[in-house]
């Protein structure tokens, strides 16, 4: 039996340009069921749950599809659904792997180890454990920043890396300014303006996030995310937004959440030490494209960097043919 995530009486959020405005007919449209992990993974016809422990933390994973192997990493604050859009056509052609990162919906929250260097050792013993092939790694946000450290510490068990609009945290994070330059901070990010990411620093604050965050204080903060970083709020329906508010709706799993983040300082020292990476690099940015381009290339000699104008950082709800289309071009 794998542990489902929680749902309490969440409250949907709109999905308009006035973020916080309330749908109560589609609230009372998503039921407990329709958020579990069993009932998500039966809309996705030959995918099955799955779960290794691994590096010491239970990593919980959905797979389905015959071929070389595709891992698939999310990020904040989603889950392994975070990727649904692409996995049915991906397991045409691959053995589609979509994971729960170490302290994500149904993976373990121990109380350490979020840095990303640990986080790709938990990675590659679940590749380890799916067989002797190296793997194809695909990471969005957070996940991205655990794909570019597996590359980097296990080159052996990567064929290629795909990194989507976050690069790994390196010596240019520890300077992003407190305060967004005058006219950058409007209310969506747009055209030629880079994210303000405030949030870098909020989640730095331990215990506060989980105070404010618990009775439904997470979906509020959802909601805000979905429509500051996206370029539609639609692109991030109802029943998704239910799936990311349960799932990080205890104070355990905003914790976990948050130490992502904590770890930015020993990541940004682990990338210090990292050499270049071997294999042949994709990533593909909206409002990240400007710090995967200063980031990734001198360090990814056969990297391709790729500005998606049409999304904003949630690539692959935004865009799913586009993506879609860049993948099978590159991992071909």
């Known amino acids: 039996m794998f542990r489902k995530p929680m749902f309490a009486a969440?409250?949907?959020?709109?999905?308009?340009?006035t973020p916080f405005v309330t749908q109560p007919a589609e609230a009372a449209a998503i039921q407990q069921q329709d958020v579990t992990d069993a009932s998500l993974v039966r809309l996705l016809p030959g995918f099955h749950e799955a779960e290794v422990t691994t590096n010491g933390v239970r990593i919980h994973y959905v797979e389905g599809g015959k071929g070389p192997t595709v891992v698939l990493l999310p990020g904040w604050p989603q889950t392994w659904w975070g990727f649904h859009k692409e996995m049915p056509a991906l397991a045409q052609h691959y053995h589609v792997v979509s994971v729960d990162l170490r302290g994500m919906g149904a993976s373990g929250r121990p109380a350490g180890g979020y840095d990303k260097k640990t986080m790709a050792a938990d990675i590659a013993g679940l590749v380890r454990h799916l067989g002797p092939e190296p793997v194809?790694?695909?990471g969005h946000d957070i996940g991205s920043m655990v794909a570019y450290a597996f590359a980097a510490n296990y080159p052996e068990l990567t064929r290629k890396l795909v990194m989507l609009d976050v690069a790994h945290p390196d010596p240019s994070l520890a300077k992003w300014t407190l305060l967004p330059e005058v006219g950058t901070f409007g209310d969506k990010v747009g055209d030629g303006s880079k994210a303000y990411a405030w949030w870098f620093a909020y989640h730095q604050v331990k215990g506060l996030p989980e105070e404010l965050g618990a009775n439904g204080g997470i979906a509020k903060e959802q909601t805000w995310f979905f429509h500051y970083l996206?370029?539609?709020?639609r692109s991030i329906d109802a029943r998704d937004r239910a799936v990311y508010a349960a799932a990080y709706s205890s104070r355990d799993a905003i914790r976990a959440g948050d130490a992502w983040y904590q770890a930015f300082p020993q990541d940004i020292a682990d990338f210090a030490t990292y050499g270049d990476i071997s294999v042949p690099v994709l990533a593909i940015g909206g409002p990240g494209y400007s710090?995967?381009?200063a980031v990734v290339?001198?360090?990814a000699p056969k990297a391709r960097v790729v500005r998606f104008t049409d999304s904003g950082h949630?690539?692959?709800d935004e865009v799913p043919d586009e993506l879609l289309?860049?993948?099978a071009d590159f991992l071909k």
């Open 325 to 327: 289309a860049q993948l």
């Open 314 to 316: 949630f690539i692959p």
């Open 230 to 233: 996206t370029r539609d709020d």
């Open 291 to 293: 710090w995967l381009n």
């Open 10 to 17: 969440l409250t949907l959020l709109a999905t308009t340009a």
């Open 136 to 138: 194809y790694i695909v």
């Open 297 to 299: 290339p001198p360090k």
